[in-house]
């Protein structure tokens, strides 16, 4: 099954421990993207990737930090994470050419205390 | 700043009635409007797309309406059923570069 799958679902964390969220997707896209979602904003785009080694800021990146290593991954790293960046988080992938058709993964609900 | 304004925040409409989702833009240089549906634990899922030289796009009961020289687009949701009841959004992409930019997102429920 064509999926991006994201790990952990849900993650209660503490301020300033460092922590990774993961994401793979099985369909060979080029494009990979990581959105947070808050109530009354939508979602929000943080980094992007087109491809391996190549990643770029998107609209709220600060506080994070992303790596393209391999084609099918693309972890997302709070380093430090704070309260603010207490979310719901999206994976998405696209191919090459279709730029509006992503596949998102299931979220990942982040809580920083 | 929000690129995408999208109203109403929520909807609740009776089954078999329509459901209107509307969304306006600033940005002349987008080149597609997709829809995305998102139910309740799942990632949003594209429902369908226009490109802005196309004024109607339906597909089943979803029908985007669209009209360049307001810069707005809505969704037209006929004989809304309870598994319609989702949180649905705009969005809007440049072909260059492919970033996709979401609207605030309504949430739909349809009463039985």
């Known amino acids: 099954e064509a999926q991006v799958t994201q790990n952990p679902r849900y993650l209660i964390t503490v301020t300033g421990k460092k922590l990774t969220v993961t994401c793979s997707q099985n369909?060979?896209?080029?494009?990979m993207s990581w959105y947070r979602q808050d109530p009354g904003l939508g979602l929000r785009q943080i980094y992007y990737?087109?491809?391996?080694?190549?990643?770029d800021k998107g609209d709220v990146p600060e506080g994070y930090k992303v790596s393209r290593k391999e084609k099918r991954n693309f972890p997302l790293i709070l380093e430090s994470p704070s309260p603010n960046q207490t979310s719901l988080y999206f994976c998405?992938?696209?191919?090459?050419?279709?730029?509006?058709?992503?596949?998102f993964g299931s979220g990942t609900r982040l809580t920083v205390v | 700043q929000q690129q995408v304004k999208q109203s109403p925040q929520s909807l609740i409409v009776q089954k078999g009635g329509i459901s209107i989702i509307n969304c306006a833009y600033e940005?002349?240089?987008?080149?597609?409007f997709p829809w995305y549906q998102q139910f309740p634990g799942k990632g949003p899922a594209l429902l369908i797309a226009?490109?802005?030289?196309?004024s109607e796009k339906k597909e089943g009961r979803f029908t985007i309406s669209f009209n360049k020289s307001a810069k707005q687009f809505s969704l037209h949701i006929m004989d809304s059923q309870p598994g319609d009841s989702a949180t649905y959004f705009c969005?809007?992409?440049?072909?260059?570069?492919?970033?996709?930019?979401f609207g605030q997102g309504t949430e739909l429920s349809v009463k039985p």
């Open positions: 969005a809007a992409v440049v072909n260059q570069g492919g970033k996709l930019i």
């Open positions: 940005n002349t240089a987008f080149d597609y």
């Open positions: 369909m060979n896209h080029e494009y």
């Open positions: 226009i490109r802005p030289d196309v």
């Open positions: 990737s087109m491809n391996v080694e190549v990643t």
């Open positions: 998405a992938s696209r191919r090459s050419g279709n730029n509006y058709g992503y596949t």
